[in-house]
C-alpha cells in the first residue's frame, strides 16, 4: 500500500524568511496530492492540494510543487508570519477526495518574531 | 465547504465501556471517512463509512472494535466498543465535497 514520509519533523524560522516541506510517496499510481494545517486543538485544514496533471500551484504565500517521476512533492511558505506556526501535513491518495488518504507524520513548523 | 458536526466534542469514559460518536454533515455527500489521530501523532484512516453497505476497514481496524453505520447520505456514527486507555485519541470525521476531503472538528476521547 501507498507510504508518505515527509520531512523535517520539525522547522523553525524567523519571520519572513521561506519554509519547505517535503514528502515522498511510494504508490506511483497516486495521483492527487493535499496539504494541511492544523493549529492546536483544532482540525485540520486544507490549505493547498494538487493534482498529477499539474507539476506547480500557488496561492499567495503557499505554493506546492510535484515532481512525479521522484515520487516526491513539497510544501513552500514564502515571507513567513506567526500565524503559519502550526503543524503540517501532507497526503496521498488515488482519485482525489473520493479515495482514502495517507497521511505524512507531520511537520511542527515554528516562526518566531 | 460543507458543514461538519461531530458529537460529543470530548468525553472521559470508563474502560471496558462504549462512545458512539456522531458525525452530521450539512448536504449530502457519497463518502465519509473516519480518521484517529492519537496524541502528538499523524491522521490514520480507521474506515470508510458506505450509505447501504458495510463500511470498508483498514488492516488493523475491526468491525467489532469500530462498528459503523451510515443510515444516510449527511449522517454517520462510529462507536468505540470496549474501551481501554490505548483508544484515547481524538476522533475525526471526513467528507469528500468536489473531490477534496474536509475534515470534522473531531472528537476528544480520553480512556480511564
Known amino acids: 500500500g501507498e507510504n508518505v514520509e515527509q520531512h523535517p519533523s520539525t522547522l523553525s524560522v524567523q519571520e519572513g524568511d521561506s519554509a519547505v516541506i517535503k514528502c515522498t510517496y511510494s504508490d506511483s499510481a497516486s495521483n492527487y496530492f493535499p496539504w494541511y494545517k492544523q493549529e492546536l486543538g483544532k482540525r485540520p485544514q486544507l490549505i493547498i492540494d494538487?493534482?498529477?496533471?499539474?507539476g506547480e500551484k500557488k496561492d499567495q504565500r503557499i505554493a506546492v510543487t510535484l515532481n512525479k517521476t521522484a515520487k516526491h512533492f513539497s510544501l513552500h511558505i514564502t515571507e513567513t508570519q506567526p500565524e503559519d506556526s502550526a503543524v503540517y501535513f501532507c497526503?496521498?491518495?488515488?482519485?482525489?477526495?473520493?479515495?482514502?488518504?495517507?497521511f505524512g507524520a507531520g511537520t511542527r513548523l515554528a516562526v518566531h518574531p | 465547504s460543507a458543514v461538519i458536526s461531530q458529537k460529543p466534542s470530548r468525553d472521559i469514559c470508563q474502560r471496558g465501556t462504549s462512545l458512539t460518536i456522531q458525525c452530521q454533515v450539512d448536504s449530502q455527500v457519497t463518502m465519509m471517512f473516519w480518521y484517529r489521530q492519537q496524541p502528538g501523532q499523524s491522521l490514520t484512516l480507521i474506515a470508510t463509512?458506505?450509505?447501504?453497505?458495510?463500511?470498508?476497514?483498514e488492516s488493523g481496524f475491526v468491525i467489532d472494535k469500530f462498528p459503523i453505520s451510515r443510515p444516510n447520505l449527511t449522517f454517520s456514527t462510529l462507536t468505540v466498543s470496549n474501551m481501554s486507555p490505548e483508544d484515547s485519541s481524538i476522533y475525526l470525521c471526513?467528507?469528500?465535497?468536489?473531490?477534496?476531503?474536509?475534515f470534522g472538528p473531531g472528537t476528544r476521547l480520553t480512556v480511564l
Open positions: 471526513s467528507v469528500d465535497e468536489t473531490d477534496t476531503q474536509y
Open positions: 497526503a496521498a491518495s488515488l482519485s482525489g477526495g473520493y479515495n482514502k488518504l495517507i
Open positions: 463509512a458506505n450509505q447501504g453497505s458495510e463500511a470498508t476497514y
Open positions: 494538487i493534482r498529477s496533471n499539474v
